[in-house]
T-cell receptor
Framework: SQQGEEDPQALSIQEGENATMNCSYK?????LQWYRQNSGRGLVHLIL?????REKHSGRLRVTLDTSKKSSSLLITASRAADTASYFC??????????FGTGTRLQVFP | DAGVIQSPRHEVTEMGQEVTLRCKPI?????LFWYRQTMMRGLELLIY????????DSGMPEDRFSAKMPNASFSTLKIQPSEPRDSAVYFC????????????????FGNGTRLTVT
């Protein structure tokens, strides 16, 4: 079964707007990772946030983690058409397996 | 670094045929993973290796699926016989562990093999 569930399933915005995606998970984790997948390509790692961290930044990306709510969010600021992709969270669920969520499809219109 | 290399990129075969998917991980990485992606089931972990040894194959759907890693630079995923429901994109990924566990490290994915079984 899926450990992470992303919300929304799909998101459409205009260039320059911010995009926020959420990930909820079921069991305690050691860390949470976010990945991007462009159409027809493999997944690319974006950010890893540990369970004792609350926020992390990388360029235009901001990830937050709330372990009490078992949720994480990925914010992309000042989005670009090139950000169009599917975004996945992945968690270990306290196990030795990295399980991916269902993904959010982001469409950024020029 | 060339990244994770998978071949072929596309494979079309008839039901009952044997299919072999290939993967070359990033040099120096000690973990290798096989994932399957479908619209219905998303990304599923099939099997993973650590230092060429299979650690967990509980995600392998049936005995028709087998995976090997004869050395640190090569892995195969074989389906025999193939069935239409095996149609999916199969990804290989590798990772370099820290402190003996891969969960703290990013996975590096290949571009996948799109398998179509008719």
């Amino acid at each position: 079964s899926q450990q992470g569930e992303e919300d929304p399933q799909a998101l459409s915005i205009q260039e320059g707007e911010n995009a926020t995606m959420n990930c909820s998970y079921k069991t305690s984790i050691n860390n949470l990772q976010w990945y991007r997948q462009n159409s027809g390509r493999g997944l690319v790692h974006l950010i890893l946030i540990r369970s004792n961290e609350r926020e992390k930044h990388s360029g235009r990306l901001r990830v937050t983690l709330d372990t009490s709510k078992k949720s994480s969010s990925l914010l992309i600021t000042a989005s670009r058409a090139a950000d169009t992709a599917s975004y996945f969270c992945a968690t270990d669920g306290g196990t030795d397996k990295l399980i991916f969520g269902t993904g959010t499809r982001l469409q950024v219109f020029p | 670094d060339a990244g994770v290399i998978q071949s072929p990129r596309h494979e079309v075969t008839e039901m009952g045929q044997e299919v072999t998917l290939r993967c070359k991980p990033i040099s120096g990485h000690d973990y290798l993973f096989w994932y399957r992606q479908t619209m219905m089931r998303g990304l599923e972990l099939l099997i993973y290796f650590n230092n060429n040894v299979p650690i967990d194959d509980s995600g392998m759907p049936e005995d028709r699926f087998s995976a090997k890693m004869p050395n640190a630079s090569f892995s195969t995923l074989k389906i025999q016989p193939s069935e239409p429901r095996d149609s999916a994109v199969y990804f290989c990924a590798s990772s370099l562990s820290r402190e003996g566990w891969y969960g703290d490290s990013p996975l590096h994915f290949g571009n996948g093999t799109r398998l179509t079984v008719t």
